[in-house]
């Protein structure tokens, strides 16, 4: 593996370490880890909280500086300043990460898998002890870069600190991180949250108050399903049609037109009426004509709900013309906060449009799938990460490395060196 | 309904450069008629984006959901990297690649037909999605046509007259697409930020997406560090193309499919 193609001989551990060494101690570190797998007894996950994690990020950066400043005469700084340590770490940590993109990481009955911990590969011992030689290397080549600053390095920086940045922060933050949910009714303040991590309950110095729960609904769309089965028959289930008013679709021989339809609906008698309802459901009078034969016949049909049951109509001894349960556009939960001083604080959180207030960040969750549209829960989560600024810089830093990068990759041309 | 125009058009654009590449081929002996070969293109990726451009108002979302749709930003950009490169590197086989890579995924989609259903769930409701989407689709891009140049860079070394070029080839798109791949990546994870609330949550596709950009990375400081041994690095190059696979179609096969938020929906 040398540089110009000469090859020189040399003995296993000689200076410089080459590759053979570097992943050598790269595997001892993945073997060292998992023997502590299989022989710790442990099952909960090791995570530090602050202080003591904002104490051991201040420490390893100085540990570091120490180390390229004073150190980098000794064999192992030397070693982890060079590529092969770096290729190789990010090797076996690319090898770890594809063990958890196969293995499903949740409880397993395989033994070897329990064992050796490969359900939870991000907080084993074997991931953590790689990782952090690969961040250990990623310390040691920004601190190098950072203290022979040179601008045509300046990606180089950028990219590196980075990401050195966002992962130290990303991993000892988690010792931190909060993340609650909380269920609330409409009509009835909640403060009792749930921490679903550590399974207990959490009291909040605030409340919420659902004055109202909105989901938006598409309408529901039409099949043609397959009397024996049961299952769609045309399109390999795709290709599902909305309903509307008015429209005409076509399935196979049939022209099926929407005659009506109403997204709110119960059955009075023959037909259906739009209502306001708990649990009323989405109904369309659809007419059926049957191209060979020119035969006609028209229905109601209904998705149903929780409530009511669903309509459809069989057309032919195959097939039966049904309406889907409708998919949700959008769901959103007006709230108040109330504080302990009595102020009273309104917004409307929707998904994907978090809300901030006093250090967490207020997300709508879920609510009750059952009840659908008629749900007067809402399912609230409360995210409080105060590492978040660190790995936003982080973050940033990688995105403005990333158009750098863009930039000078587009130089490379046929004749430049 | 433009999904149901679909095999108009693709038949029209596909036609064209079938046509277009006939000429390319021509042209290596008489160079005039490459200037019909690139006409041909042109108008041909022309009725692409006027497909797209149809389609997209016609179903008031971005069609950026399924894997059909993903398929047909795939045919859409890499006509344009191939027009791009060629006005940089004058390479002619590359520019055959990616019109015929265009073609066979628009032949794909023309044999799967497509949903053309226009509802989107509330959580790709978003501003992040068509960057997230439309940055990683174009880095996809990139990266195929860098293992083309893989391939390219085998035979020749099978045949013994691999050129150092082509490598150099290879680094200028992998820069370009690793860049587009990191920017998919943190967009993905600030999106996520937003939306699930928390920024990475090792879902499976998260995985790959992560052993993707991985697998570049170490392309990137091989090349870096060893600007020599170009059979390996040939090689990392195509393992890491592999892996990009996995993460945009394979993923929905492996045994952590069901874990994920990410699979493409097939109704």
């Not at chain 1, 991993?171 to 991180?177: A, F, I, K, S």
């Not at chain 1, 909640?190 to 609904?217: C, G, H, M, Q, R």
């Amino acid at each position: 593996m040398s540089e110009n193609n000469i090859k020189i001989q040399r003995n296993l551990w000689e200076n410089p370490w080459g590759y053979v060494e570097s992943f050598f101690i790269g595997i001892g570190l993945i073997i060292t880890g998992l023997f502590l797998e299989v022989f710790s007894t442990s099952t909960s996950v090791f995570t530090i909280a602050y202080p003591y994690n904002v104490i051991f990020l201040g420490g390893y950066i100085i540990l570091l500086f120490v180390l390229y400043k004073w150190f980098t005469n000794s064999q192992i700084i030397r070693w982890l300043t060079k590529v092969p340590a770096s290729i190789s770490s990010i090797v076996l940590v690319t090898v770890l990460v594809m063990i958890m993109g196969i293995i499903p990481q949740i409880p397993s009955e395989n033994r070897i898998i329990n064992n050796l911990g490969l359900n939870h590969i991000t907080s084993n011992w074997a991931f953590l002890l790689i990782l952090f030689q690969f961040v250990t290397c990623l310390g040691l080549i920004s601190i190098k870069r950072l203290l022979q600053f040179k601008w045509s390095n300046f990606g180089f920086i950028l990219n590196h600190t980075g990401l050195f940045l966002a992962l130290t922060a990303g991993v000892l933050g988690t010792g931190d991180l909060q993340r609650l949910s909380l269920n609330v009714y409409e009509g009835k303040p909640s403060w009792i949250a749930t921490d679903s991590y550590k399974n207990e309950k959490v009291e909040l110095p605030f409340a919420f108050y659902l004055k109202d729960f909105l989901i938006e609904e598409y309408n529901p769309k039409l099949a043609l399903v397959d009397n024996k089965t049961g299952s769609i028959a045309h399109n390999d289930g795709k290709n599902l049609y909305l309903v509307e008013k008015g429209e005409t679709y076509y399935f196979h021989n049939f022209e099926v037109k929407i005659e009506d339809f109403l997204p709110n609906a119960i059955r009075f008698g023959m037909r259906y009426e739009a209502v306001n309802e708990v649990g009323s459901s989405p109904a369309a009078k659809i007419s059926v004509k049957n191209v060979e034969n020119d035969s006609i016949q028209s229905a109601w049909i209904s998705s149903g709900s929780f409530r009511y049951p669903y309509e459809s109509l069989k057309i032919s001894e195959d097939y039966s013309v049904v309406m889907t349960i409708p998919e949700v556009k959008k769901f959103s939960s007006d709230i108040d906060i109330l504080t302990r001083e009595g102020d009273r604080i309104s917004t409307v959180l929707e998904v994907n449009k978090p809300f901030k207030y006093k250090g967490w960040k207020i997300y709508q969750l879920s609510y009750d799938d059952k009840m659908g549209k008629w749900s007067n829960l809402s399912v609230l989560e409360l995210v409080k990460d105060p590492w978040l600024p660190l790995i936003y810089i982080g973050i940033f830093m990688m995105i403005a490395g990333a158009i750098y990068m863009f930039w000078m990759g587009n130089k490379i041309t046929k004749n430049k060196e | 309904m433009t999904w149901i125009d679909f095999p108009l058009y693709s038949s029209i654009i596909v036609i064209l450069w079938i046509i277009g590449l006939v000429f390319l081929v021509v042209s290596y002996k008489k160079q005039a008629v490459f200037k019909i070969a690139n006409a041909l293109f042109v108008v041909g990726w022309a009725v692409m984006i006027v497909f797209v451009v149809k389609l997209w108002l016609e179903l008031d979302r971005p069609p950026m959901r399924t894997l059909g749709e993903t398929r047909l930003w795939y045919a859409t950009f890499l006509p344009l990297i191939g027009f791009v490169t060629y006005a940089r590197w004058k390479y002619k086989w590359f520019l055959a690649y990616s019109i015929a890579m265009a073609s066979m995924f628009l032949a794909i989609n023309y044999l799967n037909p497509e949903t053309y259903s226009k509802t989107l769930m509330p959580a790709l409701q978003s501003p992040w999605f068509i960057p997230h989407v439309l940055v990683y689709l174009f880095s996809y891009a990139v990266l195929a046509a860098s293992s083309i140049v893989a391939i390219k860079g085998w035979y020749d070394n099978y045949n013994g007259n691999f050129k150092i070029e082509t490598l150099k080839l290879a680094d200028n798109l992998v820069y370009i697409g690793f860049a587009f791949l990191t920017l998919g990546l943190l967009f993905g994870a600030l999106w996520a930020k937003e939306a699930w609330g928390h920024y990475w949550t090792w879902d499976p596709k998260e995985v790959w997406a992560f052993l993707t950009w991985m697998g570049y990375l170490i392309y990137i400081h091989y090349r870096y560090f060893h600007s020599q041994n170009s059979k390996q690095a040939l090689t990392i190059l195509a393992l890491a193309f592999v892996v990009l696979l996995v993460c945009w179609f394979g993923v929905n096969y492996l045994p952590v499919a069901n874990t994920s938020v990410h699979t493409y929906t097939q109704y």
